[in-house]
């Protein structure tokens, strides 16, 4: 019974990290390149892009990136505290 | 037992020094060459040693690594390391289309273009955190095995293996296509001819040792690509602002050219409807295409099995994820620098080439010219009188290049950096390699996948499933030979849609594959009949929208209430459905490619390359509902979603060898 509930919890762990993620994907994917024409207004110090379009060339790439690093971190921490991880 | 294991581990231990080598042989080879053009060897031996000298280096990798076990052959026995796997996956992903054709695509539509930077990224994030690690601890070899299993039964995997040809094989013949046009652009061999000496260096790659060859060689191959993306643009930089970081110095070039682009409407050389502002968004696609083609790349991105078999080679589940991140990282070195490209190229096109007088055109310019890839005044830019004499047949006009004047061929943006940044010709040639190389990896990708899909799928899971080893793997190879036989004649008809396809592999893998996928996964009550309807629905509506836009719009328009796609600016229709339906040939279709309103017609003013965002949704729907009206999976079946949940454990299919 204990076990069946520690796997419950880390589904439950693993879909709100699913959801969390997504969220920011979303965000970064989409509803910043929504606001472009305000955020071309401002333009970054001494390098000179417009930030709309810096967000869209690099800005979220960026955020993609540092995203994937930190999934595959916090999945795993779930996992082992749950003892479904790999052994290593 | 334990020997294997020890070598196993020597020869991952020994992959660093391996490839560190390589790389380090590469760039002595770039300064051989540096030095031999010096001395004055012609540029075209040149071009000879850079491919012959690539292509031997993969043929050789292809052949030391060859196999003759099942695991092997389709998931590289999985033991690819997170980080070597994710440089693997970059070669896989980025074809000719990323290396040459996206810089391109930038300069011309600005903006707007940005929507292929943002969608072939963050479809990645997808592939970690829905699917490919799952996929990974299911243990299958191909994305049909994983339907199969999970949707019980023949049939499902029958539609994903036609889905799987359907968005790969064209995929595959662009490639095959761009390998020609390389080799024929800077070898100066006969287009035919190159598209086969380009397939004779994809099959030694794959055929032999399969996954196992294909992974070891596109790892060689992505180190070549980058270098060779990176050397011109990073050389273009230090010249022009002394920073040999081009991703940070080209915000200075966007101002400059957002200036320039005042300047030449100030001055007549542009006129406001020639000119398209760098910066300026949805001026292109309206803001529904922009998003609709970021959400249908990078779903796309999750579903194409090229790209999800790739996770099938790692060691584990963890190194899966980590592999994912890999994966990116190494692709965005490429995508963020492409950008770069698109703005020192467009720079230099509106300070140096516009505005100038006829007279004094840069000779760099007439070399394209001559392929037709460069236009002044509507004529080939082959040399200075001809520009002259172009331009003069045209009333009024001032004697200098106007903006309105210039056609560019997005693809010469890469190709010719080098040579509008005055460098040697050996950096060229080292820019052909890297493109070749591009569309070498991923043609070896997207092959293994059709040929495992056949051959495992197919004849053994379907046909024959009590064929010994050496006659499976047999079959793989033949048919490996045969698919990319088809791919390499298709391609060498050139047919005209061959680039636009690629776009449209990525919509149908979306609306056939991701519902099913992500459902299997994250939804226990989805069942079989729902897989299949779900399949059937949404990858048929997306293929109907796409074969009913591009090759029957008559009918489109007769029976289907579709309209006329709109201008993103004006909001005024691009096509007049009125007059183009009164036309004789308004109902003929396949043949005429050039019906006037192909591409033009839609619903909802949705360009048909987002097709998948009509699938997409109605795959999901249906799964939903007929799931629901059927009973719900085995009890058994639902203990293995629960296993391929966790990472801990054997597969939950296991492969008798």
Known sequence: ?88 | MATQSANTSDFIKSLGRMYGLYTGGFLAFIILLAVLEQVGVPNKVLGYLFVFFTLAVYAIIGIATRTAQVSEYYVAGRRVPAFYNGMATGADWMSAASFVGMAGSLFLFGYDGLAWVLGWTGGFVLVSILVGPYLRKFGAYTVPDFMSFRFGGNFTRFLAVIVLVCCSFTYVTAQVFGTGLIASRFLGMDFTVAVYVGLAGILVCSMLGGMRAVTWTQIAQYIVLIIAYLTPIVILSTKKYGIPIPELTYGLAIQDITAREQEMLRTGLASAAALKPHIEPFINYSPLNFFGIIFCMMVGTASLPHILMRYFTTPSVREARQSVAWSLLFIFLLYFSAPAYAAFSKLEVYTNIIGRDLTSIRPWLFTWGELGLIQICGKNAASLDAVVAACKAIAGHPGVVRLQDFVINTDVIVLSTPEIAGLPYVISGLVAAGGLAAALSTADGLLLAIANALSHDIYYKMLDPNAPTVRRLLVARILLVVVAVCAAYTASTRPSDILAMVGWAFSLAMAGNFPALVMGIWWKRATSAGAVCGIVAGFGLCLFYLVTTRYFPGMGVKYFGMTSLLNPVTGAPIVDVAKAMALPNAMESWPTLAHPMANKVGWFNLNNINCGLLGMPLGFLVIYVVSLMTRAPSAEMQAYVDEIRKPRGQTVLQEKS
């Open chain 1, 1 to 88: 019974m204990q076990q069946k509930s520690s796997d419950e919890v880390h589904w439950k762990r693993t879909t709100n990290l699913m959801l969390a993620h997504l969220f920011v994907w979303f965000i970064f994917g989409y509803v910043v390149h929504m606001f472009v024409v305000p955020l071309n207004k401002i333009i970054i110090p001494v390098l000179g892009f417009p930030l709309g379009f810096y967000m869209a060339a690099q800005g979220s790439l960026i955020v993609f990136v540092v995203m994937l690093f930190l999934f595959a971190r916090q999945q795993d921490r779930i996992d082992r505290e749950h003892g479904v991880a790999e052994d290593e």
